[in-house]
């Protein structure tokens, strides 16, 4: 074995008859980089490929392209004076090649010359062009990879061209290689054309929305400077309404639309196209679990009502232990982001001996927002007031009714590498929740954190830890039931019936001041599709914190992924019960 470590890259059958077999290739290094050993395999095996069922002078021509696609593949990494040896061999499977790589040294940038014409060399832009001289990536002493130059040239004009300068392009670049001192002198030269402003605005596509709705967001003065973050960011807002099915926004660059000004800068149309989203639509999902049994909802959705660009929604919903109705008005997303609703609800749930009634009114904003830069992380915030009406009757206790107005925040933070099936990543979810009885003037208060974190381990299996922990204070007895905590059932303390954690009141399980529930799970996949999960459940919901009894859960279960969704199957023991529960969900839209 030759210099350094001998790479093996592929073998083939014997030869047969008067053709040649693919020739077994071994591959002596010399110490190139990972990605230049990675694109000479590339390029040799492509050309071994042919190699097979030709005759002897086709496989002598194919050897000489095997060379010259080495020493390619290295000057694409850097190397621009290797020796390349390609010797032929013999063995008992047919012939052989041996590739010696010498690579030399790789070429480094010595110099750097960038020049500016067109109208970005004027002195209102001359910290713009400095700017984009210190940004440049490739600079003196770092390794010449033609990567490296094709993604610094491209940046370099679409930083250029990407505010002010539409029309910019490379009038010249040159990389001028000294091989037998490894060095690279670079030259760019952009031409930026003349500085573009933004012209009236053109909508192309509009049937039943309101030409308002695409104003509300598309917010400049004809003769604003082009930018094309802006135009990003407004199509981006469009996208995001419920209105449209896509939005494009551009510039319109046919000839007759360009006008040109008198200072030599050019005022091109803003055009914004975009396709209608259907104006109904009608959904149905059906699904099972153990807490909640059999579940069915419709909704109906109607986009653009009495011209106006809103959207309504309507909805009923049934299960063994809520049945609710409602009706929300959703207004568009406001030029911030924020989303709006109003709407009227009646609810029903029987859980636990609680047997309550809700009829309330409200209004809830809701914003969504990405952070910075290419991070994965997202936020939500969600604003709530709810004037409502509920009638409680307690089995074995007291029935009341209590009219309430009620105020809540709650911020969400999520960074996962999945949003429905995460294996990495985290979750934080913090609530505030504020209200008064509006006969008597009761207040109370809530707050609650919930955080889950995902590990991954090995190539499916997955890590989970999972907390919450909640606290009302109360000058009232008659706190709505959707107030206080309870917990127990699939989603919180598995081996206990759904809710059935809380405070007793006479025959029935009501909602309690004080949370604290904690949860690790490890789910180990066989396959894509399926896995079997191990978990331990503990928590509370009392008095107080220092009046818990901690109820504790655990055992194992199934995880299967379908088409329909995903299906979920848990056996777990409830050791304050001492007995085994079944949990499962499944659930189908239509």
Same mark, same amino acid.
């Given at each position: 074995m030759r210099r350094g470590i001998a790479c093996v890259i592929w073998a083939l059958g014997v030869a047969q008859g008067a053709y040649a077999a693919k020739?077994?290739?071994?591959?002596?290094?010399? !110490?190139?980089? $990972?990605?230049?050993?990675?694109?000479i395999n590339g390029a040799i095996e492509a050309i071994t490929r042919l190699a097979e069922d030709q005759d002897g002078g086709e496989v002598t021509r194919l050897r000489r392209r095997a060379r010259d696609a080495t020493l390619s593949a290295l000057q694409t990494q850097g190397y621009y004076d290797p020796k390349v040896t390609l010797e032929v061999g013999q063995d008992i499977r047919g012939e052989t090649w041996d590739i010696i790589i010498e690579p030399g040294d790789i070429s480094r940038v010595d110099d750097v010359q960038l020049g500016f014409s067109g109208q970005i060399t004027r002195p209102e832009f001359a910290g713009r062009v400095a700017s984009l001289k210190k940004q440049w990536p490739l600079e003196k002493g770092m390794p010449f990879i033609n990567e490296s130059w094709?993604?610094?040239?491209? =940046? +370099?004009? &679409? #930083?250029?061209? /990407?505010?002010?300068?539409?029309?910019?392009?490379?009038?010249? =670049?040159?990389? =001028?290689? #000294?091989?037998?001192?490894?060095?690279?002198?670079?030259?760019?030269?952009?031409?930026?054309?003349?500085?573009?402003?933004?012209?009236?605005?053109?909508m192309i596509g509009l049937k039943r929305v309101p030409p308002q709705l695409i104003n509300r967001y598309i917010r400049y003065t004809p003769g604003d400077p082009y930018d094309q973050d802006k135009l990003d960011e407004w199509q981006q807002a469009l996208q995001s309404t419920s209105f449209f099915r896509g939005a494009f926004v551009t510039l319109n660059q046919d000839q007759a639309a360009q006008k040109v000004l008198p200072n030599g800068e050019m005022e091109l149309p803003l055009r914004v196209q975009v396709s209608?989203?259907?104006?109904?639509?009608?959904?149905?999902?059906?699904?099972?679990?153990?807490?909640?049994?059999?579940? *069915?909802?419709?909704?109906y959705r109607q986009n653009v009502v009495f011209g106006k660009p809103v959207w309504i929604e309507t909805g009923l919903g049934l299960d063994r232990n809520r049945q609710r109705a409602f009706f929300d008005v959703h207004l568009p997303p406001t030029s911030k982001g924020y989303k709006d609703a109003v709407g009227v609800l009646y609810e029903h749930s029987d859980i636990e001996g609680l047997d309550n009634s809700r009829l309330g009114l409200g209004w809830k904003r809701r914003q969504e927002r990405k952070a910075a830069g290419d991070s994965r992380v997202e936020y939500e915030t969600q604003w709530g007031l709810v004037a409502a009406y509920d009638k409680t009757d307690i089995s074995g206790?007291?029935?009341f009714e209590v009219p309430t107005m009620v105020g809540t925040w709650q911020w969400l933070r999520r960074d996962v590498d999945a949003k429905y099936d995460p294996r990495e990543g985290n979750l934080v &979810?913090?609530? +505030? !929740?504020?209200?008064?009885?509006? &006969?008597?003037?009761? $207040?109370? %208060?809530?707050?609650?954190?919930?955080?889950?974190q995902w590990w991954p381990v090995g190539a499916r299996d997955v890590l989970t830890l999972r907390g919450e922990v909640g606290k009302v204070w109360s000058q009232t007895d008659r706190l709505p039931q959707? @107030?206080? %905590?309870?917990?127990?059932?699939?989603?919180?303390?598995?081996g206990y019936r759904y809710q059935s954690i809380g405070l007793? /009141?006479?025959?029935?399980?009501?909602?309690?001041?004080?949370?604290?529930?904690?949860?690790?799970?490890y789910t180990h996949y066989f396959t894509e599709q399926l896995g079997m999960n191990f978990f331990v459940d503990a928590g509370d919901a009392a008095e107080s914190f220092g009046e818990m009894d901690v109820a504790l859960g655990y055992g194992l279960g199934l995880a299967v992924?379908?088409?329909?969704? $995903? @299906?979920? *199957?848990?056996?777990?023991? !409830?050791?304050?019960e001492r007995r085994l529960r079944l949990h499962f969900s499944l659930g189908i839209a239509f």
């Open positions: 020739p077994e290739v071994v591959i002596d290094p010399g !110490g190139v980089s $990972p990605a230049a050993l990675q694109s094709s993604k610094a040239k491209s =940046t +370099l004009l &679409d #930083d250029v061209s /990407r505010k002010d300068f539409f029309f910019a392009r490379l009038t010249n =670049t040159q990389a =001028t290689v #000294d091989a037998e001192n490894a060095q690279a002198d670079l030259f760019v030269e952009v031409e930026s054309g003349p500085r573009v402003r933004m012209g009236e605005i053109t209608e989203a259907p104006a109904r639509r009608v959904t149905t999902s059906i699904g099972v679990d153990s807490d909640n049994g059999l579940g *069915v909802e419709g909704l206790a007291e029935t &979810d913090f609530g +505030l !929740g504020a209200g008064v009885t509006m &006969d008597k003037g009761e $207040p109370f %208060y809530r707050s609650g954190l919930r955080v889950q959707d @107030f206080g %905590y309870r917990t127990g059932g699939a989603r919180s303390i598995r007793e /009141r006479g025959d029935a399980i009501i909602g309690a001041p004080a949370l604290a529930v904690l949860s690790v799970e992924r379908t088409p329909a969704g $995903p @299906f979920f *199957v848990d056996v777990a023991y !409830g050791q304050r």
